[in-house]
């Protein structure tokens, strides 16, 4: 863990909220990291200078700096990860009573949601609350443009990439030969393509560049969320010198 990446974070108090962290990493590239064996076929060490938001699982395969989740069935299995956690979670208020199964409440930061599947003008309501999307690293590329961080790449999110099998089945992380399955996963269609389409083009409307690092390039995300293919090895070559006097690279 790279704890000298949020240095400039606020003193940690009881009940926190995610909106804390709003002025500390404007301008930074994030990179959000979700289940999909994507996450497997790349040198995440690449990623280590970056901020990073990885979601459920996530600490089976690498330790970003933040782990968001809000399915109750995560902090369960995933508990003795989330006991040896050194980062910061960002947890869905409503689960308040997982804070048990994590490694410190003094690092928990809470978000919620609007109760809204409409669109605005900006991906958050002007707090830490986050349009209805129906997954999880949705709420985290939301969280990092209201963040002001730019650019946004987001790595694990192939939604049911063809040549991995079927439906439910190899989409999201797995770790020692056992896959699980995921309420959060499923195909890229209804909301979650129209949310993550108009996220891209609230983006470039107001100059935040979004990318997706997947090295899949016919899985349904890539294809239909029209995201800005690039490599880990190039989003790393190209912006690591925006992360210097933030991180020891």
């Known amino acids: ?31 959000v990291l979700g289940n999909s064996p ?31 989740f809000c399915d109750t069935r995560i902090p369960i299995e995933e508990e003795s990860d989330f006991k040896r956690y050194a980062g910061r979670f960002l947890i869905y208020d409503k689960l308040r009573s997982w804070k048990g199964k994590l490694s410190s409440e003094d690092n928990v930061y809470f978000w919620s949601l609007n109760g809204k599947k409409g669109r605005g003008d900006s991906a958050v309501t002007g707090t830490d609350t986050f349009y209805t999307c129906g997954t999880t690293p949705g709420y985290a590329i939301q969280l990092m443009q209201y963040w002001g961080m730019n650019p946004i790449a987001v790595l694990g999110v192939d939604f049911n990439a063809p040549q991995l099998g079927s439906k439910n089945k190899d989409s999201h992380f797995y770790g020692e030969g ?21 996220f891209r083009t609230m983006c470039e409307k107001s100059g935040t560049e979004v990318y997706n690092l997947s090295p899949i390039k016919d899985s349904p995300f890539s294809i239909g969320s029209g995201y800005t293919m690039m490599s880990v090895e190039e989003f790393s070559n190209k912006y690591v010198g925006k992360m210097l006097g933030v991180a020891n690279v």
């Open 178 to 198: 056992k896959k699980f399955k995921s309420n959060g996963g499923g195909n890229f269609d209804g909301y979650k393509k129209e949310f993550y389409v108009w």
């Open 38 to 68: 994507s996450i497997g076929m790349v040198n995440l060490k690449l990623l280590d200078p970056f901020i990073s938001i990885g979601v459920n699982r996530i600490l089976r395969a690498y330790s970003s700096h933040f782990v968001m």
């Open 1 to 31: 863990m790279r704890k000298n990446i949020l240095a400039p974070a606020p003193i940690v108090c009881e009940g926190k909220r995610a909106s804390e962290f709003v002025n500390c990493f404007r301008g930074y590239p994030g990179v």
